[in-house]
């Protein structure tokens, strides 16, 4: 297991098209988070799953965006109608119960609204 | 909401000194407070955590202290090295360490 892996690595779309991004977390990890980080500033919690039960959702997620962990693994994150204010970038952890030294971020996935 | 926030953006040390980044917190009920380190184009690193009911913990080449009275936390590295160049945050959770709200960043430049 070589850590969280995101895909893709970048993406440009065009403002109200559809997108979707990937996350493989750790095999051994129960929890998997999704976060959006701007230019310049520390990422912003947006959800997090135990297993494939979403239990907390930040106010950044609108209605346009919604994650999913089918099968407690891999999870998805789709943010419909895209506007230039998305352009982020989208980063995916997960942990073991606990947290701590096993809080592990992916590489994330650039998003770029035109 | 509440939230950690950085003193200085960006900072700059000799290679072989020793660096020091603050951090002050507002969320007295945080359990854990934490440091990443993020290179570019990469996601952010766990460095090191701490316990609320701490006041210094140490790592290899990292020491982080935290002052619960002024709200107060500082990630310390000793003999920085070029590869420590980075944006260092801190971070803090809950009990249970699950959703990290995250301060604004330093960025650390070391010169050779």
């Known amino acids: 297991d070589t850590g969280v892996s995101q895909d893709p690595r970048h993406k440009i779309t065009k403002r109200g098209q559809n997108v979707t991004f990937r996350c493989d977390p750790i095999s051994e990890h129960n929890r998997l988070y999704w976060y959006r980080q701007t230019l310049g500033q520390g990422p912003e919690f947006l959800t997090y799953f135990q297993n494939e039960a979403q239990l907390e959702k930040s106010r950044l997620l609108s209605d346009r965006f919604s994650a999913e962990r089918p099968k407690g693994s891999f999870s998805t994150l789709e943010i419909q109608r895209t506007e230039q204010g998305d352009s982020a970038m989208y980063l995916c952890a997960s942990s073991p119960d606990g947290g701590g030294y096993g809080y592990t971020f992916g590489s994330g996935t650039r998003l770029t609204v035109v | 909401g509440e939230s950690v926030g950085l003193h200085l953006p960006t900072l700059s040390v000799q290679e072989g000194d020793n660096s020091i980044i603050n951090c002050a917190y507002s969320?007295?009920?945080?359990?854990?407070f934490i440091w990443y380190k993020q290179e570019s184009g990469k996601g952010p690193q766990f460095i090191i955590d701490?316990?609320?009911?701490?006041d210094k913990r140490q790592g290899q080449r990292v020491t982080v202290l935290l002052n619960k009275t002024v709200k107060h936390l500082s990630l310390q590295i000793a003999a920085t090295q070029p590869g420590d160049s980075a944006v260092y945050f801190c971070a803090e959770s809950g009990k249970g360490y699950q959703k990290v709200t995250f301060g604004i960043g330093t960025k650390l430049q070391v010169i050779p």
């Open positions: 969320n007295s009920a945080s359990d854990y």
């Open positions: 701490i316990r609320s009911n701490m």
